[in-house]
Nanobody, 124 residues
Framework: QVQLVESGGGLVQAGGSLRLSCVAS????????MGWFRQAPGKERDIVAA????????YYADSVKGRFTISIHNAKNTVYLQMNSLKPEDTAVYYC?????????????????WGQGTQVTVSS
């Protein structure tokens, strides 16, 4: 089992920044990828960004490229999502995710473990 605990969400004005953190515990060595998904009301849960734990390679959804940065501190079992130039359409619940598959987990069905979610609200 892997436990994921997010922090760092909140309310910010458009153009502002937030940094989300996710601390993983348990059998983390089985998770090749860590990532962030988000879900807005009435919409599906979509990938935002993912990172390979060992290689450090990253993937970003087109909607956040150039604005968001995912990073990982393996010694701390912590993954971060730095979000800059936030837009109202970024408003959603953001979920930390861990996947044991050996490819980028682009779909929610690829995920083995989820955090509880943290709300990000961007006002216009």
């Amino acid at each position: 089992q892997v436990q994921l605990v997010e922090s760092g969400g909140g309310l910010v004005q458009a153009g502002g920044s937030l940094r989300l953190s996710c601390v993983a515990s348990g059998r983390t060595f089985n998770s090749y990828y860590m990532g962030w998904f988000r879900q807005a009301p009435g919409k599906e849960r979509d990938i935002v960004a993912a990172i390979n734990r060992s290689a450090g390679t990253t993937y970003y959804a087109d909607s956040v490229k150039g604005r968001f940065t995912i990073s990982i501190h393996n010694a701390k079992n912590t993954v971060y999502l730095q979000m800059n130039s936030l837009k109202p359409e970024d408003t959603a619940v953001y979920y930390c995710a861990a996947a044991g598959i050996r490819r980028i987990p682009v779909r929610s069905g690829d995920i083995d473990y989820w955090g509880q979610g943290t709300q990000v609200t961007v006002s216009s």
